[in-house]
């Protein structure tokens, strides 16, 4: 039988609690405040349109949910070392390239509802 893991929780609480600790840990980003800054004007125009609202505060929300990845695999990385691999810039730059095409989809999508 093997040990649990000390990451794993089974609390919903101590669950939400991590949430709330990962939102901190990425407001310190300042691609992550860039991409909230922008999420919330497009939450602020979303509210002019009353028949596409909720689709387009979605198309506002998603895009973090990405940059919120893209930053986790960056620090992930990063922890590996400085020195120089492919792997991880391929990595890196993978992550950052998925992170811009749900941004500019969902920009496009917010412009097109």
Not at 2 to 8: D, E, G, K, N, Q
Not at 9 to 29: F, M, Q, W
Not at 34 to 54: K, M
């Amino acid at each position: 039988m093997t040990a649990a893991s000390p990451w794993r929780t089974s609390s919903v609480p101590t669950k939400i609690k991590h949430c709330v600790d990962g939102l901190r840990t990425a407001a310190l980003e300042s691609s992550f405040m860039y991409c909230a800054g922008i999420d919330v004007g497009l939450l602020a125009c979303a509210q002019f349109d009353s028949d596409n609202r909720q689709i387009k505060s979605f198309c506002a929300v998603v895009p973090l949910a990405f940059e919120l990845i893209n930053s986790a695999v960056e620090r992930v990385v990063d922890r590996g070392g400085l020195a120089y691999c492919e792997l991880a810039r391929d990595a890196k730059d993978m992550s950052a390239a998925a992170s811009m095409l749900v941004h500019s989809a969902a920009i496009a999508f917010f412009l097109l509802c």
